[in-house]
């Protein structure tokens, strides 16, 4: 389907939706007028009301006869989960940003002056003033915006704090699994910062569940084999042949997959439930972490950000020609930065380098 068209079919059922429902508008006299709420002044509410079943009218009603406005149900729904767009969580990108835009604007274009709108309104500048800093660079950590200027200068400690966030929206999203593998890269990369190290009681809890979780998975399997296999016997032939041939297929791929994650060097690999040295396997990989989750508590100095940012500010400060800059650098390196970082510094230096020779 053509993606204007199925725009513009979405934004149609979007308007049709809000106007199924009327607005009651209580008037000071005692009577109800139901109708659709189509602009509002100063001096009073722009109307639409039904006549008949063919027929509509349009009426104005004077502000000072109204008590009170009440909003149909889809409006109030689609107000409130605008209201929920801000404040803003953390890390939305610039498509996070446009998506909430558009739902915003195609809203205020169904019901321009709904009693909500101003709302609305406030919602829809809150989050473009964000999305144009996401687009300059900039990212929201902690509730607050970080500029580009700001976490290039500090780039070590911010992708830290960024891949920290992401690791525990898994943890709270309960994939497990995903987050102890990004864990393991955080850990790789980012074992000498701030962020690493706050994550570390965090995931010692979740290393924990997943080992009692294994270790209660090899104490049961002799049974739950058992189970399967007296379940086997009680269908009929046929099925228990479909069943025999999904239950081997179902082995097969955990095997291949599992396999897969070992040669690429994953520690947490796919674990077959069914299988004894597959969760052999992954047990003594989860208890191996779990001892050196208890052997880490006074491994890690932190100071990863610390000397990426003196070494970025002596790098643009000091002379190109200045031993400094040399000492710099090779104090990143002793720390163990990942190379990208040891780029930059390098970077940095040969474009300052550059710009010194004569033209």
């Not at 500048?125 to 900039?138: C, F, I, P, T």
């Not at 190290?197 to 090899?218: F, G, S, Y």
Request: proline share 2%.
């Amino acid at each position: 389907m053509n993606f204007r068209f199925f725009s513009a079919i979405v934004f149609i059922c979007f308007v049709a939706v809000c106007r199924l429902n009327a607005d009651v508008f209580v008037m000071k006299s005692g009577a109800q007028i139901e109708g659709l709420l189509l602009g509002e002044d100063a001096a009073g509410y722009r109307v639409e009301v039904r006549v008949s079943a063919g027929i509509k009218d349009e009426r104005v009603l004077a502000k000072e006869d109204v008590l009170e406005v009440r909003h149909s149900e889809a409006v109030n729904d689609g107000l409130a989960r605008i209201l929920k767009f801000v404040p803003t969580p953390d890390l939305l990108s610039e498509r996070d940003y446009d998506r909430r835009i558009r739902e915003v604007e195609q809203y205020l274009n169904a019901l321009p002056t709904d009693a909500g709108s101003d709302q609305a309104r406030e919602v829809l500048a809150a989050l473009k003033l964000e999305a144009n800093e996401v687009l300059a660079g900039a990212v929201k950590m902690n509730g607050k915006m970080v500029s580009a200027d700001d976490f290039h200068r500090d780039a070590y400690d911010m992708d830290a704090r960024v891949a920290g966030i992401r690791i525990r929206r898994l943890v709270d999203a309960g994939e497990y699994i995903r987050a102890l593998r990004t864990f393991e890269m955080h850990e790789r990369d980012f074992a000498n910062s701030e962020a690493y190290r706050a994550l570390i009681p965090l995931m010692r809890k979740v290393v924990n569940a997943r080992a009692l979780e294994l270790d209660q998975m090899l104490a049961t399997i002799d049974r739950r084999l058992k189970e399967r296999e007296t379940g086997l016997h009680r269908m009929s032939a046929l099925a228990r042949r479909d069943a025999q041939l999904a239950i081997s297929g179902e082995a097969a791929e955990l095997a291949a997959l599992g396999k897969a994650e070992v040669d690429a060097k994953l520690g947490w690999i796919t674990v077959d439930p069914y299988s004894k040295v597959s969760i052999e396997q992954g047990l003594a990989f989860a208890r191996r972490q779990e001892e050196k989750f208890a052997a880490s508590r006074t491994q890690n100095l932190a100071e990863g950000g610390r000397i990426y940012r003196d070494a970025l500010r002596v790098v643009r400060s000091a002379d190109i020609k200045s031993p400094l800059v040399a000492a710099a650098i090779q104090a990143a390196k002793e720390a163990k930065l990942p190379e990208r970082y040891i780029a930059v510094l390098q970077a940095e230096a040969n474009a300052k380098s550059e710009s010194k020779k004569p033209k």
